[in-house]
């Protein structure tokens, strides 16, 4: 079975600019979720969706940060413009999303290691 | 609300020797809980996991954890460490928040082996 798929694995940029990262998660997984980890630190949730709606964004610094999960499969997670504090690596997950199912088992992509300059 | 704590930010032992990493939770309800490991440029993989039943879990790669609810702990120990076991590993709990499922996880513990 593939895993959780993302690209680009390495992203270098200017502060100000913008950057999108791509994520297919895996097949008949309903749940997706990004996450961002600053060097030395857990994951930290940045989004959730279920199908294509999101759960949870409570996290999320919407006034740069937006994301979208068209058609309930991939998703893309966006940043504009990019601060000096958004250098981290972003990790994108996917669960089967089973509603009431607490077993519920997150597996992760390789990640996207974004450096802003 | 919920937080996992992990009390060791690195830790360095000699190939072959054991090895017993810390994991404590804080969650109101029956805990679920999963230890990751991340090796360098790699994204978070399952080391495994504890929902119910026999409080001592068997994982990949040669890993166990104990719950010990009483201690709010949930331990990764090995035997025998092998160089490639020098990573960062992550613990994390499974909160259920409005009708789905989030993990918390801990700030990690960085492992060095030596040869």
């Known amino acids: 079975e593939a895993g959780v798929a993302q690209s680009p694995r390495y992203k270098i940029i200017e502060k100000r600019q913008s950057v999108a990262f791509w994520c297919n998660p895996i097949?008949?997984?309903?749940?997706l979720y990004w996450y961002q980890q600053i060097l030395g630190q857990g994951p930290k949730l940045l989004i959730q969706?279920?199908?294509?709606?999101?759960?949870?964004d409570s996290q999320l610094p919407k006034d740069r940060f937006s994301a979208e999960r068209l058609k309930g499969v991939d998703s893309t997670l966006k940043i504009q413009p990019a601060k000096l504090e958004d250098s981290a690596v972003y990790l994108c997950?996917?669960?089967?999303?089973?509603?009431?199912?607490?077993?519920?088992?997150?597996?992760f992509g390789p990640g996207t290691r974004l450096t802003v300059l | 609300a919920q937080s996992v704590t992990q009390p060791d930010i690195h830790i360095t032992v000699s190939e072959g020797a054991s090895l017993e990493l810390r994991c404590n939770y804080s969650?109101?309800?029956?805990?679920?809980l999963f230890w990751y490991v991340q090796s360098p440029g790699q994204g978070l993989q399952l080391l495994l996991k504890?929902?119910?039943?026999?409080?001592l879990v068997q994982g990949i790669k040669g890993f166990e954890a104990e719950f010990k609810r009483s201690q709010s702990s949930f331990n990764l120990r090995k035997p025998s460490v092998h160089w490639s076991d020098a990573a960062e590993y992550f613990c994390?709990?499974?909160?259920?928040?409005?009708?789905?499922?989030?993990?918390?996880f801990g700030a990690g513990t960085r492992l060095a082996v030596h040869p």
């Open positions: 997950a996917s669960s089967l999303g089973h509603r009431e199912d607490n077993t519920d088992t997150q597996y």
């Open positions: 097949s008949g997984h309903a749940t």
């Open positions: 969706f279920q199908n294509n709606g999101v759960v949870d």
């Open positions: 969650y109101g309800a029956t805990p679920y």
């Open positions: 504890y929902f119910s039943g026999d409080t």
């Open positions: 994390a709990v499974g909160a259920f928040s409005g009708g789905y499922n989030k993990l918390i």
